[in-house]
């Protein structure tokens, strides 16, 4: 269903069964993309897409895969690449460097998916453990993951069994992943032995308990200190406009060489942070002349920039001084 935050309207449409047999879970919204994870999976090994972009052009749904249940990902604790078999697709986010995390839950797995759908796409692998799930992958299970962006805020956690939200407050949020998390004694186990909302290193895999004694935790997110509702909703009811041109400033952005861009590129990208672009069916957007300096030079010459890791972040901020005509 998609809502039109101006007008109320409601859209269904229908995705049916996918490849893989199952339906499908979350949705996200990153770079003027949609992602959806496709869960529940009947096949195994589970060879169809777990992750896919989705694309309504004309009231016609198209789906595209963008990782394959059985894609090949860096263990990102032995440095290894090994074929997955994502047997559970289920939350999914995109974290604050623009990539996609999505929980295989009964895997016992995080997906990291960077730049995904483009050539130069990464996949990376964590495997979950915990202390009181051991180290035996699968018996530490995630239901959603979040980041902390902010210093100060709320974690919001959703109780399914206790329909209850509960709010985690602390005096410093350190920039980290949190998750929802439900510990088993074996992978296929039918009840969990433990389940707290748990602090995630993405790094090492190991999950780190904060609030103990959940009963089925599911559903997260992060509210910083001092959003102002109504204007954030407000906002949000512009931002296609907003997310589908800074799509396209970012799949630009990524096809800079590392020694900076060639004359032809440099011209291309002068000519299009400088003039309106017209989005099909909305309105012209016109970019701030700090987005043309910035993406005219060279990724390994802007300083104190060293990657387009930092650079679109940095980007992403003068995206609120451009305006609508």
Not at 48 to 74: E, R
Request: overall charge negative.
């Amino acid at each position: 269903m998609i809502i039109n935050l101006q007008t109320e309207q409601q859209t269904i449409y229908q995705l049916g069964t996918g490849p893989h047999g199952g339906g499908y879970d979350d949705i996200n919204f990153n770079n003027g993309m949609v992602y959806l994870s496709a869960s529940a999976p009947s096949i195994n090994p589970n060879t169809a897409p777990a992750i896919v972009s989705l694309n309504l052009a004309g009231g016609n749904v198209l789906l595209t895969g963008i990782l394959n249940g059985n894609a090949s990902a860096t263990n990102v604790i032995t440095g290894q690449t090994e074929t997955l078999n994502l047997q559970d697709p289920d939350s999914m986010i995109v974290d604050p460097l623009g990539e996609l995390v999505m929980t295989s839950q009964g895997d016992g797995e995080l997906i990291t998916v960077q730049k995904p759908g483009l050539n130069c796409q990464n996949v990376f692998v964590v495997p979950l453990t915990s202390q009181a799930g051991g180290s035996t992958i699968g018996n530490t299970q995630l239901n959603d993951t979040v980041f902390t962006n902010e210093s100060a805020g709320e974690l919001l956690v959703a109780d399914k069994d206790l329909n209850a939200i509960y709010a985690i407050t602390a005096p410093y949020f350190a920039a980290a992943a949190y998750s929802a998390v439900s510990v088993f004694t074996t992978p296929s186990a039918p009840s969990p032995i433990e389940s707290f909302v748990g602090q995630t290193n993405l790094t090492t895999g190991f999950v780190t308990p904060i609030v103990i004694g959940m009963s089925n935790p599911g559903g997260m997110a992060f509210i910083p200190s001092g959003v102002n509702l109504p204007n954030f909703i407000s906002a949000s009811a512009r931002s296609p406009y907003l997310v589908r041109a800074m799509g396209e400033l970012f799949r630009r952005l990524l096809a800079l060489p590392a020694a900076g861009a060639t004359p032809e590129t440099k011209k291309d990208l002068r000519s299009w942070g400088t003039n309106s672009h017209q989005l099909p069916g909305r309105k012209r957007v016109r970019r701030s002349p700090q987005i043309l300096e910035v993406v005219s030079g060279s990724r390994s010459s802007l300083s104190p920039l060293r990657s387009i890791r930092e650079l679109l972040p940095f980007t992403a901020v003068y995206a609120y001084s451009w305006w609508f005509e």
